[in-house]
């Protein structure tokens, strides 16, 4: 079952000879747009707390 297993993995994850073919992704926009993301979290974390709500972390 092992062998099995492991010749699927290898067909699912694409490593099977065969490269991704989706669009490239510019890594500089996605990376900005995460900054702006963990700001605004970090903001509106600090927000709740002064006011005494609870955070929006689990």
């Known amino acids: 079952m092992k062998p099995a297993i492991a010749e699927r993995a290898a ?3 694409g490593s099977a ?3 991704l073919s989706g669009p ?3 890594l ?3 990376r900005a747009t995460i900054g702006q993301l963990t700001q605004r ?9 002064r006011a005494g709500l609870p955070g929006t972390k689990r």
């Open 11 to 13: 067909d699912v994850s």
């Open 17 to 19: 000879g065969q490269s």
């Open 24 to 26: 490239p992704v510019d």
């Open 28 to 30: 500089k926009a996605l």
């Open 41 to 49: 979290n970090d903001f509106l974390e600090g927000a709740f707390a």
